[in-house]
């Protein structure tokens, strides 16, 4: 679905009259649509003649401090390291009429010959002040922002920098980092967590007489031999002697190629693995679990979607184990993402049924309702197997340390998981045994262990689809009140008895919370007309008819986006008993978050950045800002900019599921260009760039952050960021830009190529895709 589809299309406008003391000029833009593709436009802005300079006016301040309340509340990073300043504007700019005139425009021929534009593009000009048509109508074939700014340079057409490039630069940042720390990092990391578990639970299988404790053991290393099977190098994916000359391109003289070739086969490509470590992650399961594990690894490799997992003993999406995003460029991620996906889902279930069997996986139609998903006694064992986790935890440092590196990080960039872990296991342990946990005092605990889990600590607030859960069978529809609030309860109990332990739990982000609250049985039934079903309308096992489907819209209007409201509303989609009063509860949640917790993390902040740009312009911005026209426009940015958001957080973010101006006279002016002026917008995403860099410092040692080869790149961006801060402050207070100012704007493709080469220049193995607008 792109944002195209979402937006509602433009009318051509009536001929206007022009105000007579400014000067009309145009300015390309480039933008982002929906992360599919690159887009360009024309947009008429005034420009006032040259005027003395005055004094900054008092309205304009910088607001106290904003102590950033970051993921070191967990021992991450200290609050008091990063400070936050925001900016506020008194904004100046006086209004001009539209529709406007074409013919009024003073750079509007020269600008028509050099670019084509249609009739229609000239019509939505004079209505909104702007338009938006195809790059490919423009340009040739680009790969990266910084070569279409630098081909309207080209062509002497004044330039617009607008929020798109530097949030998509954000994003490659983002994306950049987190990539190169799972690769060069995560990876090793989660290797030796991994084995330092595994060879754990086998010393307890060995040891033992417990019979329970016993299989505990015995299903924990069926469950990491999963993992560490996923991580370790495949022979497809090893460098050898019958595939160098397949990945290495080598057209010296053959002495040296053959030394190439060795060292390759040796150490690898930046794609594949070397000999070296393919004999350092080596690994065979035992023979009592190489049956369990080989038919848990079929399914994950066979990503099929539902189907019983022969460890859990309950349905699983195997669906989600296909490798996507940045996992796909080399095999050492695509594996990280396999293990980490079935570390992030997969859970030992406190709660069990009586009415279920032992060791048996039920499918979901015959659970219990709501349902309970393993046996009384598999929810006993599962509990030990987490117990037998914790303790390993508890107990060994370089354990704590290896997990703790990879949470702590992905956390920082994130947030924390919703699921219990290691850290609340352990503490659960440590408050029935104190500081020694003697493994065979487990059993006779176990009712115990669970009792505390419950007690202290809460359950996941967003439901990831363990168990391939069914809402309880109701009556024909259409449900009475009393009913969708009996399945808003069942709702509510489900969510509940997936509590338990997950090795690294996915992580509670808000948009899934959100999402998974605006729809059945939250939303209620369908109420609009038959004959146009919206986008969100789906039918039911039981015939219900539900909002089946959240919208990235529904979180832009929670947000505050009346844009986004209207297109809802105007597309069917809130057509639902329910959907409007939800939709104000959860509406009155976003707007009482404090401050401080957009600080959070990179992943709330970098929404606190979205939410600048989709408020309502008021007086005192140009006249093309206020039409709903660019209010489409900011929308769809906010919205391309969110998916880019997602997609660099696949792996992490748990997913929910659902049961679905002008002038005349006087000389030529010097038209050189603008930046859209957004200073806020400009300033809470210099904001996120300090805190991703501040914090990965902190987090990183002086060689980590120097391997991820980030630092410089960033540090430009932070500058642009600062100088688009004050440019557009200045063009907000309606003065006039310094010579200096005009040509940072003219020469804007240079300053984001210098970004894209530092960028680069750090990495050994050039990735030029990670520039690339499109996902």
Known sequence: MTVQSELPSQTPPTQPELP??????????????????????????????????????????????????????????????????????????????????????????????????????????????????????????????????????????????????????????????????????FFDDIWQMSKGFYDDSLDIYQKTSDPILKEASKRNIAYLSVAIEL???????????????????????????DKIYADTIQNGTFSNFGQEEAIQYSFNPPDFVKTLAAEELNLINGHNGWDCSPIFLYEEDYSQYVPRGHYTKTERLKNYFKALMWYGRMTNLIKGSPSLPEGKCVKSEVLTKPPEFISEKDAQIQTLQASILARKFALDVDTQKNWGKIYAITSYFVGFSDDLG?????????????????????????????????????????????????????????LTPEQINELKKQADELLANTTGFRMMGQRYVVDSDLFSKIVSPYSGEYT???????????????????????????????????????????????????????????????????????????????????????????AGYPSFMQTSAWQDKELATALASWSELRHDTILYAKQSYSGAEMGAGGGRVKIVGYVEPVPVFYSRLLNLTKMTKSGLTGLLSQEEWSKIGVGDAMGRFEEILSRLVDISKTELENKELTDEDYLFIKYFGSTLSSVSASLLASEGNVDLDMFKPTL
């Open 528 to 618: 609009g007309p038959k004959d146009k079903k919206p986008f969100t309308y789906v039918i039911t096992d039981m015939g219900r008819e539900v909002r089946g489907f959240p919208r990235g819209l529904d979180i832009m209007a929670l947000f505050g986006s009346q844009r986004a409201a209207q297109i809802i509303k105007n597309s069917g989609d809130a057509d639902y008993s329910d959907y409007q009063e939800q939709f104000d509860i959860l509406k009155k949640e976003i707007d009482a978050i404090p401050q401080n917790d957009w600080y959070k993390n990179l992943y709330w902040n970098w929404l606190y950045v979205l939410k600048s740009l989709i408020a309502k312009t008021e």
């Open 20 to 185: 007579k003391n400014n000067t009309v000029i145009l300015l390309v833009i480039v933008g982002i649509l929906a992360v599919l593709g690159v887009l360009a436009g024309v947009i008429i802005y005034k420009i006032k003649r040259p005027v003395t300079p005055t004094a900054p006016t008092s309205n304009q301040t910088v607001s106290s401090p904003v102590t950033a309340v970051l993921a070191a509340a967990k021992r991450l990073i200290r609050p008091e390291d990063i400070s936050i300043e925001e900016v506020e504007v008194a904004p100046k700019i006086p209004p001009y009429q539209l529709p406007l005139n074409t013919s009024s425009i003073s750079n509007f021929e020269d600008f028509a010959n050099k670019i084509s534009l249609s009739q229609q593009t000239e019509a939505l000009l004079e209505k909104n002040g702007f338009a938006v048509i195809g790059s490919d109508n423009l340009f040739t074939a680009k790969e990266d922002f910084s070569d279409f700014y630098s081909e309207i340079q080209d062509k002497d057409l004044p330039v617009f920098i607008t929020t798109d490039s530097l949030l998509h630069y954000y994003h490659v940042f983002f994306d950049t980092s987190l990539m190169r720390m799972e690769k060069d990092i």
């Open 422 to 478: 290691p850290v609340e296991y352990s503490s659960a342990l440590k408050s029935i045994f104190g500081e020694s946990v003697d493994t065979n005092l487990l059993t006779n605990k176990v009712d115990e262990i669970q009792k505390t889990i419950k007690q202290d600590f809460p359950g996941p607030k967003i439901y990831s689809g363990l168990g391939n859960a069914k809402m309880i069978v109701m009556p024909q529809p259409p």
């Open 231 to 257: 991580l370790k190098p495949k022979p497809d994916q090893i460098v050898s002697n019958s595939n160098v000359k397949d990945l290495v391109d080598c057209y010296a003289y053959d002495e040296y190629c």
